[in-house]
T-cell receptor, first 114, second 114 residues
Framework: AQSVAQPEDQVNVAEGNPLTVKCTYS??????LFWYVQYPNRGLQFLLK??????LVKGSYGFEAEFNKSQTSFHLKKPSALVSDSALYFCAVRDGTNAGKSTFGDGTTLTVKP | DAGVIQSPRHEVTEMGQEVTLRCKPISGHNSLFWYRQTMMRGLELLIY????????DSGMPEDRFSAKMPNASFSTLKIQPSEPRDSAVYFC????????????FGSGTRLTVV
């Protein structure tokens, strides 16, 4: 079975400060990890993914995420937050034994204050 | 590419009525997913298809819910009869169908059952 945990329901940061949204996962095989963002009244949008290779992956809108196998984590980061980054963020995991089916976390609401 | 297209965007219906939600996935995507999002339960996978075949419908809450995918470019999610607790935003997503790709979500259908 695969699972994802986003330990923080809410993350608040000031504009211009770095941000981190946390995610830990559990899978039986090699993890395929994803981050999505959801703006109000919209569907989820794909941000970035880790499949293999470099542990630091870069995605849309200046976001990046670091894969840490020993800690089974895939935290989302951005060096300098913008007010427009305020949204709901979902981490998702998929393993190779269940191709196509991702498990999503409960989501973390990011609020960036001016 | 128009993305994943869902219709209608909003649906208000009376309890007991039949509701049909529609989805057109991205051309060439082999996997299609139906999700439900509520404040209480977050994002729930209802059912997913691979090459038009239902693979996992364990998330379908009751026999009142049914989903079909008659061809690669169309899927429906039907609720009959509808109940107030079915009120939610229903998302359709599609994917190329391998582990390496994220999902593309539609804009969702906001269902209100009164």
């Amino acid at each position: 079975a695969q699972s994802v945990a986003q330990p923080e329901d809410q993350v608040n940061v000031a504009e211009g400060n770095p941000l981190t949204v946390k995610c830990t996962y559990s899978v039986s095989g090699n993890p395929y990890l994803f981050w999505y963002v959801q703006y109000p009244n919209r569907g989820l949008q794909f941000l970035l993914k880790y499949i293999t290779g470099d542990n630091l992956v870069k995605g849309s809108y200046g976001f990046e995420a670091e894969f840490n196998k020993s800690q089974t984590s895939f935290h989302l980061k951005k060096p300098s937050a913008l007010v427009s980054d305020s949204a709901l963020y979902f981490c998702a995991v998929r393993d190779g034994t269940n191709a196509g089916k991702s498990t999503f976390g409960d989501g973390t609401t990011l609020t960036v204050k001016p | 590419d128009a993305g994943v297209i869902q219709s209608p965007r909003h649906e208000v219906t009376e309890m007991g009525q039949e509701v049909t939600l529609r989805c057109k996935p991205i051309s060439g995507h082999n996997s299609l997913f139906w999700y439900r999002q509520t404040m209480m339960r977050g994002l729930e996978l209802l059912i997913y298809f691979n090459n038009n075949v239902p693979i996992d419908d364990s998330g379908m809450p009751e026999d009142r819910f049914s989903a079909k995918m008659p061809n690669a470019s169309f899927s429906t999610l039907k609720i009959q009869p509808s109940e107030p607790r079915d009120s939610a935003v229903y998302f359709c997503a599609s994917s190329p169908g391998t582990e390496n790709y994220g999902y593309t979500f539609g804009s969702g259908t906001r269902l209100t059952v009164v």
